[in-house]
């Protein structure tokens, strides 16, 4: 594993290292990695010659200056665990490295960056696209790989790809869930004993949706969701919406569409965490 913090010198390693034909896998991380991640970086050096991971906490896609403080960092246990994952480039920049002056980009996404995650967080898309746009352009990946967990950015990043024609492939990759089935999450660890126990009810109920399907109206099913979450004390559903995988519109009836996919986001007490379920 080697680790690398400026692009000048990543840029150098990687001309160096990728003389020919050689396949370059990348995997944007913010750090605090899990099993979620390494299952990632994994798959990309099974693909791939050469694998960057980069780790780098994007302060634009922030829109809560409290959530950005909080958010855990530690680059020395992050390097550990990715030792382990074989050989790898670690690219851990810090923040004057990638926005030496204001990004004022603004992303145009339509509908699909403003529902859900969206809506909640406005310009947090905008912020993932401008660190993804940066870190692509820096790492010239030819695939780049994003966890299905967060669905709604992994839409968004294809669409990114597509904008700016920028052909690399964007491989997605499965959940990865605890043992109880809770979603693995970075912001996991910012759980109360308490909050952690009871987190599985997210999980749970995304399971039990699905087995609900074919005897329940979308609309009924959507509230039941909500409903058999909000009575847990401390828990509180932000959204809960079942859309069209591609569009990301909202279905009324499950021939709306064939990729049904339900996407949640909900407090536990005050850490916010995501998950979804393909019907
Ligand atoms: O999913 C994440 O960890 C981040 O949004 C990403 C893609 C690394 C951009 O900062």
């Known amino acids: 594993m080697k680790k690398i913090y400026t692009i000048i010198d990543l840029q150098k390693t990687l001309a160096n290292e990728r003389k020919g034909e050689k396949k370059l896998g990348f995997v944007p991380t913010m750090g605090a990695l899990h099993q979620g991640h390494l299952e990632l970086v994994n798959q990309s050096v099974k693909e791939n010659d050469i694998s960057v991971v980069s780790i780098f906490v994007n302060p634009t896609q922030f829109n809560d200056k ?3 403080l909080k ?3 530690n680059l ?4 550990k665990l990715l030792e382990k994952a074989g050989d790898v480039i670690v690219f851990a920049p810090d923040v004057k490295e990638i926005y030496p002056e204001p990004d004022m980009r603004q992303f145009n996404f339509g509908h699909l960056a403003a529902v859900m995650e969206g809506q909640f967080r406005p310009g947090h898309f ?3 696209a401008q660190v993804v746009s940066k870190l692509f352009d820096i790492v010239k990946p030819d695939k780049a790989y994003f966890g299905e967990k967060d669905f709604q950015q992994l839409v968004i990043i294809r669409e990114l790809v597509k904008q700016l024609s920028l052909g690399i492939q964007v491989v997605a990759c499965p959940i990865v869930r605890e043992k109880d089935g809770l ?3 970075s912001r996991n660890t910012q759980l109360t004993v308490e909050q952690r126990k009871a987190a599985v009810i997210i999980s749970q109920t995304l399971f039990e949706s699905k087995n609900r399907k074919n005897n329940y109206p979308v609309k009924s099913l959507k509230s039941w969701v ?3 979450i909000n009575v847990v004390p401390d828990f509180k559903v932000e959204y809960f919406d079942i859309v069209d995988g591609f569009t990301l519109r909202s279905i009324y009836k499950w021939e709306d569409t064939e990729y049904p996919v339900g996407c949640i986001a909900a407090f ?3 850490v916010r965490l995501i998950d979804n ?3």
Do not use: E, K, Q
């Not at 020395?76 to 390097?79: G, K």
């Open 66 to 68: 409290n959530d950005l």
């Open 71 to 73: 958010y855990p960092r």
């Open 76 to 79: 020395d246990a992050d390097c």
């Open 126 to 128: 905008n912020g993932v």
């Open 183 to 185: 979603a693995m999450s």
């Open 226 to 228: 909500v409903n058999r």
């Open 268 to 270: 536990a007490g005050n």
């Open 277 to 279: 379920i393909f019907y």
